[in-house]
């Protein structure tokens, strides 16, 4: 065997080995490199650091960022003017140190490889620019930019304190209530003040004097009155509850000095309560009260009611003026009077008056619909009207006169008119023709 034979394959298989091996080391190599330079830019521009989205001046705000060094210097300065600068830097035998009125001591801590700190920066300085926030952790330089804003101090409320009581009951309790929403960039503290001279007053509701807000978060305080009433009264202010919302801050250049208050805005809003009846509108005059209902909805020839509460306090004339509804003033307008008790049934003429000796006149008119129209009840007191407006919810067919379908008062009054007069002229007929039939008779004779 020659040797060249035999070493040409082995050399083969040699050179391969050496070229596969060689080429794993170039591979490994560039593998390396490449998760190397992933982790570096890691490093040096994506560092696990979380501070929010909004950096408010004169307030301070919380951010984390990884270390596994305790020691950590933090720096801050707006980027259009580097002149202004705010420094932090943690020794593990001096604490910490720098700008430390700017720096929240309490609330930072270090845990588990990862810094937690409240930092400001004085809300005198430049807003609503650009800031460069440095972290030098592990013995490199991380930089970020954050937008410094200026602190925002604004809330709104919204909603009444109003208050709807029947006339004449005793120990009535009504709750009302008002949201307030902070709209503001920075959390404020919720304080409530009245001056309501009645006992009877319970505040409630979702946030006490006190409670604090936070951004874009929103409440409800509510307000539960308890009275006794007589008879009808208009709407009467009895207390005002104030809201205000302040801001507190303990940024200060001096550790030891006391924390900086930020006033807001106080809203003064009026708590009212009326004494009547629900969906009844009330109105008041020289002399008396009325109240009465805007509409009613009620299909064709259909019977219905309308009810008036009037309050005199001085003799008054009280009338009824219709369109399109059939009643009879004597039968169907019936009235109540409250003196001091329970209602009674009283006797009231329409047209007629009412005197200050009731305390309450409930007026009731019985009705009977047009089967198509709209129509209207008015009740007039001296010289003023008040309307109900009838409103017809399903129209029917003109009823025919031999229907016994609801004609109406009117209607039959006039059928039995009419036929009383026919009859009368029948009889009147009747007898001409008899008296003509006689004349003829006798004359043939």
């Known amino acids: 065997m020659k040797p060249g034979r035999f070493l040409t394959p082995f050399f083969t298989f040699f050179i391969a080995s050496i070229l596969i091996f060689s080429l794993g080391i170039v591979f490994h190599s560039q593998a390396v490199e490449g998760v190397s330079e992933s982790m570096e830019d890691v490093g040096i521009e994506d560092i696990e650091v979380e501070f929010p989205d909004e950096f408010i001046a004169g307030f301070f705000n919380e951010v984390r960022f990884d270390s596994q ?22 020794d593990e035998e001096e604490g910490w140190g720098g700008d430390i009125g700017y720096l929240d001591e309490v609330n930072t801590s270090y845990t588990d490889g990862s810094w937690e700190v409240h930092i400001s ?24 930019s954050v937008e410094v804003l200026e602190p925002r101090v604004s809330f709104t409320y919204s909603g009444d304190l109003r208050y709807l009581f029947e006339p004449y009951e005793d120990d009535v309790e009504g709750t009302d209530s008002i949201s307030v929403r902070n709209t503001g960039n920075v959390k404020i503290v919720v304080e409530i003040y009245t001056d309501f001279p009645e006992v009877d007053i319970e505040l409630g509701g979702e946030i006490e004097h006190g409670d604090e807000l936070a951004p874009g978060e929103s409440a ?31 940024v200060t250049p001096d550790p030891d000095e006391d924390f900086v208050v930020h006033p807001g805005p106080a809203f003064p809003i009026y708590a009212r309560y009326t004494v009547g009846y629900e969906g009844f509108e009330q109105e008041g005059n020289e002399g008396f009260t009325v109240q009465y209902e805007r509409s009613k909805e009620i299909d064709g020839l259909t019977e219905g009611e309308v009810v008036f509460y009037v309050y005199p306090e001085e003799l008054v004339s009280v009338g009824i003026h219709t369109e399109n509804i059939t009643f009879d003033e004597e039968e169907d307008v019936t009235a109540k009077a409250r003196n001091g008790g329970e209602l009674e049934d009283i006797d009231l003429d329409i047209p007629g008056s009412i005197s200050p000796e009731h305390e309450e006149v409930e007026i009731i008119v019985e009705f009977e619909s047009h089967h198509r129209d709209d129509g209207m009840i008015e009740l007039m007191i001296e010289d003023e009207s008040y309307t109900t407006d009838i409103e017809i919810g399903e129209a029917v067919d003109s009823p025919e006169p031999d229907d ?10 006039l059928t039995l008119g009419a036929i009383v007069v026919g009859a009368i002229v029948l009889t009147g007929v009747g007898r001409v023709w008899w008296s003509k039939k006689r004349s003829e008779k006798r004359e043939e004779e």
């Open 121 to 144: 920066v004085d809300d005198e300085d430049p807003t609503d620019v650009v800031w460069t926030i440095e972290f030098e952790v592990e013995g490199e330089t991380h930089d970020f």
């Open 69 to 90: 060094e305790r020691e950590v210097n933090i720096t801050m300065y707006p980027e259009d003017d580097p002149d202004i600068e705010y420094q932090w830097y943690y």
């Open 404 to 413: 016994d379908i609801f004609l109406g008062r009117d209607a039959r009054e």
């Open 220 to 250: 409800e305080i509510e307000l539960t009155y308890t009275t006794s009433t007589s008879g009808a009264q208009l709407p009467t202010t009895f207390g005002t509850l104030t809201v205000e919302g302040r801001a507190i801050s303990r």
